[in-house]
């Protein structure tokens, strides 16, 4: 069971991902370090509601 989440960036507000994820193995947020075009640097992009 995969679904879509929308991923955004904690220190802007952007939403620049998409992804999947599979909500029966991993029911938490899913956090991961991304490439900022806005601050051109990886950043922490969080997992929306």
Request: glycine fraction near 2%.
């Amino acid at each position: 069971m995969r679904v879509k989440v929308i991923l955004e960036n904690t220190e802007t507000g952007d939403r620049d991902y998409i992804t999947t994820k599979n909500k029966q193995k991993n029911p938490e947020r899913l956090e991961l370090k991304k490439y900022s075009p806005k601050l051109r640097r990886y950043a922490t992009y969080r997992e929306t509601k």
